[in-house]
């Protein structure tokens, strides 16, 4: 499984939920290829806010060697699923998408614990509260595994 986690800088929500997904990937040995990006450019080539970088390290994660990214078009052929932290990245990413395929691809990460409630991670870079949103990406990564490949496993 290729997954791509995508917010709007790329330096604080989605590099945690990269860090997160890619861990329990390595540690399950589920061999899944994980990255992130942002629907901006304007973080491209920074590593992950030096507050992401701590909570993930608290945590035993270590997304130090990240680097920030741009979304482009490309990624639509790149993964197989294309999860945004919110809304508007959300929207940003589904107006790139060029068929019902790209579009299929795209849906928002808290959908994997909250069905049906399009909630958005909240955007901490100006507000702060990493240790929650370590928490709800920690909740809906574990969520992501259990449906795409212990799920999987069974059929
Ligand atoms: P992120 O957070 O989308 O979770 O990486 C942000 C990072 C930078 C900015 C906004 C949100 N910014 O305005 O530069």
Redesign the pocket.
Known sequence: MKVLMV?????????IAEGILQHLSDSQGLGWQVDSA?T?G??QGEAP?GRSQQVAAKYGIDISQQKSRKFTVADFDQFDLIFA?DTSNFNDILKLARNPEDRSKVSMILEQTNPGMNRSVP???YEGGFEGVYTMLYEACNAVVEEYHLKAQQH
Not at 7 to 15: A, T, V
């Open positions: 917010c709007l800088g790329n330096i604080c929500r989605s590099p942002g901006s304007w973080h806010d932290m955007d901490p870079y």
